[in-house]
């Protein structure tokens, strides 16, 4: 036991003797020295990772922050572009079909228009081919009606002269009147 009450006892020396040379951070066991070392070493380590990791890390993410927000806004401006191209085209899909239903219209119209005009162009021919014909026709029958006139004229003349020149008999008269009747209804 009084060996370990010795070594004890030294390494209680060796304590009191550090705390004597580093102060009171070696009480926390700390070595003012390597603290010192490391804190330099840390200092360096943060400046270089500072100037050629962070910085760049940063103006990368801000880049890509810029492209992210630019992409957004010329998205939407697509969008807006889109819209107002849609909007656009149902204006001009209405005019078209508003047109177009004014040019059907005009040109049915016009149809109906001309159908009328060619229906009274064709009545009006109508008319005067059906009054020339009917001109025509009295013109034709007053030709017949004159020639029937003269052929009974003759026809007359020709059945008094048979009853003149042949003995009048009444049997003979009424047989020349009835031969003449017969060839005027032929």
Known sequence: MSQEIQQVAQA????????????????????????????????????????????????????RQEKITKGVKQAEEIEK?????????EEILNKAKSEAAAVLDNARSEAQQRKDSLLDKTKEEI??????????????????IRESREEIASIAVEATRKILSETIDEKKSQKLAEQVIDSMSK
């Not at 572009?81 to 085209?89: D, H, M, N, T, V």
């Not at 008319?127 to 017949?144: F, N, S």
């Open 12 to 63: 209680a020396q060796e304590v009191a003797h550090v705390t004597e040379s580093s102060g009171g951070i070696g009480t926390l066991g700390i070595n003012l020295k390597i603290f010192i070392a490391q804190l330099i070493n840390f200092s360096i380590v943060l400046l270089v990772l500072w100037k050629w990791a962070y910085t760049p890390v940063v103006r990368l993410l801000e880049e």
């Open 81 to 89: 572009r889109i819209l107002a191209l849609e909007k656009e085209q």
């Open 127 to 144: 008319k005067e081919v059906i009054a020339q014909g009917k001109l025509q026709l009295q013109r034709e029958k007053e030709q017949m």
